[in-house]
C-alpha cells in the first residue's frame, strides 16, 4: 500500500508542477493580449477625441476633397507599410541589440 501512495504522491506532485508551468505560460500570454488590447484602446480614445473636434473632421472631408479618394488611398497604403516595416524593425531591434563597439574589439585581442 505505500509504494502505491508514493506512486500517486508522486504523480501528484508532477501534475501540480504541469499545472504551476502552464498557468505561468498562460500568464504571459494574457499578459501579451493585455498590452496589445492596451495599444488598441489608446488608439480608439485617440480616434474618439479626434473625431470629437470639428477642426479635425473639417480638414479630413478637405484632404479627401483636394487629394481624391484614390490617391489619399495610395498615402495610406504606404503609411502603414511604413508603420508596419518600422515596427518590426523597432522589434528586430529589441531582440538583438548592438553590441558595444568596446566591447567586441576586447573579445578579438589576443591574449
Known amino acids: 500500500m505505500s509504494a502505491r501512495f508514493d506512486q500517486l504522491s508522486s504523480r501528484h506532485g508532477a501534475l501540480l ?11 504571459g500570454i494574457a499578459q501579451e493580449i493585455d498590452n496589445e488590447l492596451g495599444r488598441l484602446d489608446r488608439g480608439i480614445a485617440l480616434v474618439r477625441r479626434a ?3 470639428p477642426l479635425v473632421v473639417i ?9 481624391g479618394p484614390r490617391r489619399l488611398m495610395g498615402w495610406v497604403t504606404k503609411g502603414l507599410m511604413f508603420y508596419t516595416t518600422a515596427r ?14 568596446a566591447a567586441a574589439l576586447a573579445d578579438q585581442s589576443p591574449r
Not at 480638414?59 to 487629394?67: D, P, R, S, T
Not at 518590426?88 to 553590441?99: G, I, N, S, T, V
Open 17 to 27: 508542477a504541469r499545472c504551476d508551468a502552464q498557468r505561468a505560460q498562460l500568464g
Open 51 to 53: 473625431l470629437g473636434n
Open 59 to 67: 480638414a479630413g472631408v478637405a484632404v479627401v476633397a483636394l487629394a
Open 88 to 101: 518590426r524593425m523597432a522589434r528586430l531591434a529589441r531582440r538583438h541589440p548592438k553590441e558595444e563597439p
